[in-house]
């Protein structure tokens, strides 16, 4: 593909899986949560919110997977499990803040306007049906 | 859930819905083609590349309905479709080229992280089943 003016070109797949990955709610909140200080796995559960405990481990590895997490193990008794940001995964911290602070101060106008659109589709369908 | 420390709060359930949209692959190389100029579907289906018919009807259909993209029907025959950002579409260009530069400049990181955690697992996997 072309480049486009985002700055976007070259290898669309892995693009493409790169924007899956930080474009995906779970992983948003996890690095937000990290950007603060280390947590456990629990922590992050509690914080984060409304996250079952398989989608919290799927995205914790893959976010390992990425580079973007580090998983410590401290072999006590139970295991304690620590996660935190990697160097790389910091830098990803200022440009997602861009994006929830932009979701942030637009929610509403994009409420809005997909109320809109569905009443605009609901009267053009009423129209047809009539 | 709790404020995290990326700012997002409130109505989880809508701030994924947004990170969705604006994560989404297809809809970051169409807000960054119309970033440019108003385009017609089929300059922004060859201008993205790889993107189906139906895939690309669809994510605009998405952007128009969160009031990002402006769809405009010229009572020409055939009619011509023009699409362009609206003004709120404007304010999302800056933040997500924070993460079109992040994901260009840091993609060999997370390529080389991922081979090494692939690489990691599959050794891991050996040794279990020797």
């Given amino acids: ?44 559960k509690r914080r984060i919110g409304g996250v079952s405990q398989r989608m919290l481990t799927l995205t914790l590895r893959g976010l390992e997977r990425d580079g973007l997490v580090r998983r410590t ?29 932009w979701a942030g101060a637009h929610i509403d106008e994009v409420i809005a306007s997909r109320t809109a659109y569905d009443s605009e589709a609901d009267a053009a369908g009423e129209k047809r049906a009539a």
């Fill in 73 to 101: 193990v401290y072999p006590t008794i139970p295991p304690r499990v620590d996660y935190d940001l990697t160097p790389l995964g910091r830098t990803l911290v200022i440009p997602l803040r861009g994006i929830a602070d």
């Fill in 1 to 44: 593909m072309e480049p486009t003016e985002l700055g976007i070109s070259g290898d669309c797949k892995i693009t493409g899986q790169i924007l899956a990955r930080i474009g995906d709610k779970w992983s948003v909140f996890v690095i937000g949560s990290l950007a603060h200080r280390t947590m456990r796995f629990n922590e992050l």
